[in-house]
């Protein structure tokens, strides 16, 4: 079971990078609740998260655009609507734990090629949400994902699904509390 939803949630992951970066968000905001409905969420639930993670993509779009004309101060506001963005989610989601701070800053500190913050918040991330008693688990999970970030502008489709079908592998597998996914 855990190894057919792994092969399906890979796709709509990888899915989502891609139409991201096609900025194909309506395509995007359905491969998100589609995740999350696999997930056993409800369709409410999944399609109004899938809506805002979509929202919190493209003002991470108008940060970056910020960035490029280094207007620090309107490239921080984006990624603090970006942070409530994730946050609404969570609250979609009944997480417990809020997650939604290290997202927005490894999507920002990706986007400023700042590599060792990008590690110490997927790091974060994923051990809030699958908690201290998963180390091992949360060490692997930020490991497939920055080798999923590693090769992403290449669209290096071979390392992207083994190493994303691990993720979900390694993640389904312990049945945390809640996910640290959030787009």
């Not at 056993?40 to 399609?47: F, K, N, P």
């Not at 920002?108 to 991330?125: A, D, E, G």
């Not at 080798?147 to 993640?171: C, Q």
């Amino acid at each position: 079971m855990n190894e057919t939803l792994a092969a399906t949630l890979w796709k709509l992951q990888a899915q989502i990078y891609w139409l991201h970066d096609a900025e194909e968000f309506t395509e995007l905001a359905s491969a998100a609740a589609t995740i999350y409905m696999k997930l056993g969420y409800t369709q409410q639930q999944a399609e109004t998260a899938g809506k805002l993670i979509t929202e919190a993509y493209q003002l991470a779009d108008d940060a970056v655009n910020a960035q490029k004309i280094s207007d620090f101060d309107k490239e921080m506001q984006f990624y603090h609507q970006v942070k409530d963005k994730l946050t609404q989610v969570e609250t979609i989601l009944g997480y417990q734990t809020s997650i939604a701070i290290h997202q927005m800053k490894w999507w920002m500190y990706f986007r400023h090629r700042q590599k060792l913050q990008v590690i110490i918040h997927l790091f974060l991330q994923h051990l809030k949400a699958v908690g201290l008693i998963n180390l091992l688990t949360t060490i692997k999970l930020t490991y497939f994902l920055i080798e999923i970030g590693r090769v992403h502008k290449s669209r290096d489709t071979e390392t992207t699904k083994h190493n994303t079908i691990r993720y979900w592998t390694e993640l389904l597998k312990i049945k945390p509390p809640q996910y640290p996914y959030l787009g």
